[in-house]
């Protein structure tokens, strides 16, 4: 009896020192602060969220607990960083949500229709920011896996074998006890301690900050060195890339994945028999960027991707959007936070009917 209370009083320290340092760091989200906390005062409170650039944030998982907790909306965006910063007053309408997605693939496209399909809440539009590098399998990424659920569910539906009885798309994006006394968990965690970096978000009803803010309509607002940036520095930047040969997401990118464009092309059918006003958009790159693209012939397929999408749109009714070509919206180096970001002010300029729908 002694040795077992000698070892409690042993380990009990240690339990309490591993609890501790997960809770206090939480570096995913999933004891201290939840990613269902965070999505409930964006979506019922309609606060806006600092900190969560900091804190290494999932923008998949805030994504999904945001859209549990939200009615259906009118409108949905959807698509890339480069998307982020559609806002809701731009569409003049407060039933709207942003839900693009870093580094995001055909994937995350999938996943993000299966959640709003999986919980009855397809919007009456869906913009779809169409990126060249969308049907790029050089450079997919497996961010879309934490979504991996719903992106099963809207494949399986895509491909006719769609039974409600044994398909229930779920992920949690709650608290998780298990990752009190997690180990996995604690060193992780305490790797970050002498770094000083641990989950941590605030709520603020203002539109933009000094920092990185997540809007509650899913729409960003850059920070303020970003927003105030100087454009000798986005030229630079611009013009190192184009040194390098570099152009994102697009190197070694020698023909449009055919099945990649068919899981696209299948998903807009879909929406469109759902009812969905469908609307394709292409961002543009800045003039240095757009030009150098033309002029280069690792990149020309960016030009094929833009015939191709207008093909889709005049042959399926399809209202499109931009273009990669700067020109049409009087795009210059001035409108943007970075390489390939265009500024808020500037997105509507860029959002101009090409191909109307029929």
């Given at each position: ?13 240690v ?24 999505g ?8 806006n969220?600092e900190?969560l ?7 998949r ?26 806002e ?98 604690f ?27 997540k ?5 960003i607002?850059y ?24 152009v ?17 092309a ?26 150098y ?11 094929e991707v ?48 090409v191909?109307?729908?029929?």
């Amino acid at each position: 009896m002694k040795k077992w209370c000698k070892a409690i009083l042993f380990l009990l320290p240690v339990i309490l020192f591993v609890g501790a340092v997960n809770w206090y760091v939480d570096s995913y989200a999933m004891l201290r602060v939840t990613y269902d906390q965070i999505g409930e005062q964006m979506a019922v409170y309609g606060r806006n969220v600092e900190g969560l650039e900091e804190s290494d944030f999932n923008d998949r998982s805030l994504l999904l607990a945001c859209m549990k907790q939200q009615e259906a909306r009118d409108v949905i965006v959807a698509g890339s960083s480069r998307v982020m910063n559609f806002e809701h007053s731009m569409f003049g309408t407060d039933s709207f949500y942003n839900a693009g997605l870093s580094e995001s693939t055909v994937y995350d496209l999938l996943a993000v229709t299966g959640i709003l399909a999986a919980q009855d809440k397809l919007p009456k539009t869906m913009i779809i920011g169409v990126d060249a590098f969308l049907f790029n399998t050089s450079h997919d990424n497996e961010r879309w896996q934490d979504l991996s659920a719903y992106e099963n569910y809207m494949s399986v539906i895509l491909h006719g074998k769609f039974d409600e009885g044994n398909l229930h798309p779920q992920k949690e994006t709650g608290m998780d006890m298990s990752k009190w006394l997690s180990l996995d968990y604690f060193r992780y965690n305490i790797t970050l301690l002498p770094q000083k970096k641990r989950f941590l978000v605030s709520y603020t009803d203002d539109w933009e900050t000094e920092r990185y803010l997540k809007h509650y309509d899913g729409s960003i607002a850059y920070q303020r060195q970003l927003r105030e940036g100087d454009v000798s520095a986005v030229e630079e930047l611009t013009r190192q890339s184009m040194e390098q040969h570099v152009v994102y997401r697009l190197t070694d990118y020698h023909e449009i994945d055919q099945e990649h464009w068919e899981r696209f092309a299948g998903l807009t059918a879909w929406l469109q028999g759902q009812g969905v006003e469908v609307i394709l958009y292409l961002p543009p790159y800045s003039p240095l960027m757009y030009n150098y693209i033309e002029s280069e012939e690792a990149f020309q397929i960016t030009l094929e991707v833009e015939e191709k999408v207008k093909e889709l749109a005049k042959e399926r009714g399809i209202a499109l959007y931009g273009s990669y070509n700067p020109a049409g919206c009087g795009l210059e180096m001035t409108d943007l936070y970075d390489v390939y970001h265009v500024k808020t002010e500037k997105m509507m300029d860029t959002f101009y009917p090409v191909i109307p729908a029929r």
